[in-house]
């Protein structure tokens, strides 16, 4: 299967707090993406780390690749109540179908 | 940049109707690509578009599915006739260069669809 399987399916935590999602695929992959969706509303592209990369980071996010484990983490420091989403990571292979596709996601709950 | 524009964003039919769901991408994009995203199955590829040319639609569930992209501003995605199995959220993206640049894709807020 080509798409990542993220974990916990749920997270629940205090505003303040860091939330850590973790993210398993079984490909080679050229890189691997996060998304996050809020309530009835689409996806959004939230970083993308290289396979070449290690870790990457973007504001409150972190990134973390071991392509040897093929496993991914996201980070959210100093978590607030806006960022209660459901968060998705999405491995695009280094050859083939090229198309993104998800697992279930992580529920994140800020608890303000 | 008004990104990926749905239409409707909610749709109420009765089984047997005939459903048309329509995407306009972000101008520029060269890659669009029609999901679906329930609660049972969560979000699944149906069909994607290069250059307004389909190139994967092994996602597609069943012959009732048909997507078209006329041109490069416009999608669309058909059911007919439609069952109440195919009530979920569909969701349009577009993306420039996916495939040499692997860049993001951009979501629309997606069609409800409810069969009845």
């Known amino acids: 299967s080509q798409q990542g399987e993220e974990d916990p399916q749920a997270l629940s935590i205090q505003e303040g707090e860091n939330a850590t999602m973790n993210c398993s695929y079984k490909?080679?992959?050229?890189?691997l993406q996060w998304y996050r969706q809020n309530s009835g509303r689409g996806l959004v592209h939230l970083i993308l780390?290289?396979?070449?990369?290690r870790e990457k980071h973007s504001g409150r996010l972190r990134v973390t690749l071991d392509t040897s484990k093929k496993s991914s983490s996201l980070l959210i420091t100093a978590s607030r109540a806006a960022d209660t989403a459901s968060y998705f990571c999405?491995?695009?292979?280094?050859?083939?179908?090229?198309?993104?596709?998800f697992g279930s996601g992580t529920r994140l709950q800020v608890q303000p | 940049d008004a990104g990926v524009i749905q239409s409707p964003r909610h749709e109420v039919t009765e089984m047997g109707q005939e459903v048309t769901l329509r995407c306009k991408p972000i101008?520029?994009?060269?890659?669009l690509f029609w999901y679906r995203q329930t609660m049972m199955r969560g979000l699944e590829l149906l069909i994607y578009?290069?250059?307004?040319?389909?190139?994967?639609d092994s996602g597609m569930p069943e012959d009732r599915f048909s997507a078209k992209m006329p041109n490069a501003s416009f999608s669309t995605l058909k059911i007919q006739p439609s069952e109440p199995r195919d009530s979920a959220v569909y969701f349009c993206?577009?993306?420039?260069?996916?495939?040499?640049?692997?860049?993001?894709?951009?979501f629309g807020n997606g069609t409800r669809l409810t069969v009845t």
């Open positions: 993206a577009s993306s420039l260069a996916f495939g040499q640049r692997n860049s993001p894709l951009h």
């Open positions: 490909t080679s992959i050229n890189n």
């Open positions: 780390i290289r396979s070449n990369e």
């Open positions: 999405a491995p695009v292979l280094d050859t083939g179908r090229r198309a993104l596709t």
């Open positions: 101008s520029g994009h060269d890659y």
């Open positions: 578009f290069n250059n307004n040319v389909p190139i994967d």
